[in-house]
């Protein structure tokens, strides 16, 4: 195998957790995901030659991830009623599960899915414990307005995981 494969393959490994949040957020059930992780894997496959190293890897993957993830949904245009997830994928330690814990992520998720696409990507970035500025960076606005946007998708998603109790 080639170094660069190798190289690839290796940050990939690193930052697959990025790719699984992305997929969960913007995909409601196991197979969408599945294919959405493939997409960005692709994608990000693609353009590994043009990584120039200039930034992190992972702030470059997650640009490419959300990108994707936005053009997968619309091209996709489907969106199936949400199905229960598959535990296993989070190999949670038996003395680590709590299920009250389980529910809440699981409804997290499920109003996660209910925002639109820049609205996702906010909460995403917001979960990662991006700064403001980095969000603007990313998103190609003001960092005024990124805190703005965040705001409202946070009021968004309350307003959704209170609709659901």
């Known amino acids: ?8 393959l290796a940050k990939i490994e690193m930052h697959k957790g990025i790719i699984f949040k992305i997929s969960k957020m913007y995909m409601d059930n196991r197979d969408d995901q599945n294919d959405l992780f493939q997409e960005i894997v692709y994608q990000v496959w693609k353009s590994f030659s043009s990584f120039e190293g200039k ?11 959300l990108n ?6 619309k091209s996709e245009k489907r969106r199936s009623f949400i199905q229960n997830d598959d535990v296993s994928l989070y190999k ?19 109003c996660i899915q209910k925002l639109n ?3 996702k990507a906010l909460i995403f970035y917001y979960l990662e414990d991006f700064s403001g500025k980095e969000m603007a960076e990313q998103m190609g606005i003001s960092e005024g307005n990124a805190r703005v946007k965040l ?8 307003q959704f995981i209170q609709d659901t109790r």
């Open 55 to 65: 930034s992190e890897f992972s702030t470059w993957l997650y640009r490419i991830a």
């Open 117 to 119: 696409p820049i609205d």
């Open 1 to 8: 195998m080639q170094s660069s494969e190798q190289e690839f």
């Open 151 to 158: 705001n409202r998708a946070k009021e968004k998603l309350k």
């Open 68 to 73: 994707t993830a936005i053009i997968f949904l």
């Open 92 to 110: 949670i330690k038996e003395e680590e599960y709590n299920l009250e814990d389980e529910q809440n992520l699981k409804r997290m998720y499920e």
